[in-house]
T-cell receptor, first 116, second 115 residues
Framework: AQSVAQPEDQVNVAEGNPLTVKCTYS??????LFWYVQYPNRGLQFLLK??????LVKGSYGFEAEFNKSQTSFHLKKPSALVSDSALYFC??????????????FGKGTKLSVKP | DTEVTQTPKHLVMGMTNKKSLKCEQH?????MYWYKQKAKKPPELMFV???????INESVPSRFSPECPNSSLLNLHLHALQPEDSALYLC??????????????FGPGTRLTVT
């Protein structure tokens, strides 16, 4: 079964410092991986995806993610954090089989807090 | 245009009320989804429509009734809800449920409170 894990409930970063939000995956076959961000009382906004190709994927708002097959990871990164990046971040994998095919399977979420 | 709209933004209803949530997208997407999200938790899939047909019902109680009148619209009819049904209800769409590469786009959600 496809699954993702986000090992950190919360990540705290100072503004201007680089940030990393971790995600590991467990899949059968090739993974289709996604990152979403959710601001308070809002829907999820799509940031980026990995399907095939370059292991470094660039997305919205200066975010990028590195796909690492050997470590089964897909960590979200940004070189310089902004206070406005403070939000809840979800990693997701696309279901591939049976009733889950095409559906998103989410991690539990990581709260990012960027302090001035 | 990658916008999914949802109305209303907020809804307060009693346990005996009947209400409906609405979702609309004009991206030509053929798969649409309803999710339920509790505070600080990931969204939980409720229903999936693919080409206007219900393809997945994740064992959702019958007090939630989805409807897809056409390829752009998705409704969720609510009746006799319980206080534990209070949550953020999110609608999403994607190009196709069977394709391998298409992300889902989410609406802003309806914050539902059942009193």
């Amino acid at each position: 079964a496809q699954s993702v894990a986000q090992p950190e409930d919360q990540v705290n970063v100072a503004e201007g410092n680089p940030l990393t939000v971790k995600c590991t995956y467990s899949v059968s076959g090739n993974p289709y991986l996604f990152w979403y961000v959710q601001y308070p009382n809002r829907g999820l906004q799509f940031l980026l995806k990995y399907i095939t190709g370059d292991n470094l994927v660039k997305g919205s708002y200066g975010f990028e993610a590195e796909f690492n097959k050997s470590q089964t990871s897909f960590h979200l990164k940004k070189p310089s954090a902004l206070v406005s990046d403070s939000a809840l971040y979800f990693c997701a994998v696309r279901g591939r089989y049976g009733g889950s095919q095409g559906n998103l399977i989410f991690g539990k979420g990581t709260k990012l807090s960027v302090k001035p | 245009d990658t916008e999914v709209t949802q109305t209303p933004k907020h809804l307060v209803m009693g346990m005996t009320n009947k209400k409906s949530l609405k979702c609309e997208q004009h991206m030509g997407h053929r798969a649409m989804y309803w999710y339920k999200q509790k505070a600080k938790k990931p969204p939980e899939l409720m229903f999936v429509y693919s080409y206007e047909k219900l393809s997945i019902n994740e064992s959702v109680p019958s007090r939630f009734s989805p409807e897809c009148p056409n390829s752009s619209l998705l409704n969720l009819h609510l009746h006799a809800l319980q206080p534990e049904d209070s949550a953020l209800y999110l609608c999403a769409s994607s190009q196709d449920r069977q394709e391998n590469s298409y992300e889902q786009y989410f609406g802003p959600g309806t914050r539902l409170t059942v009193t």
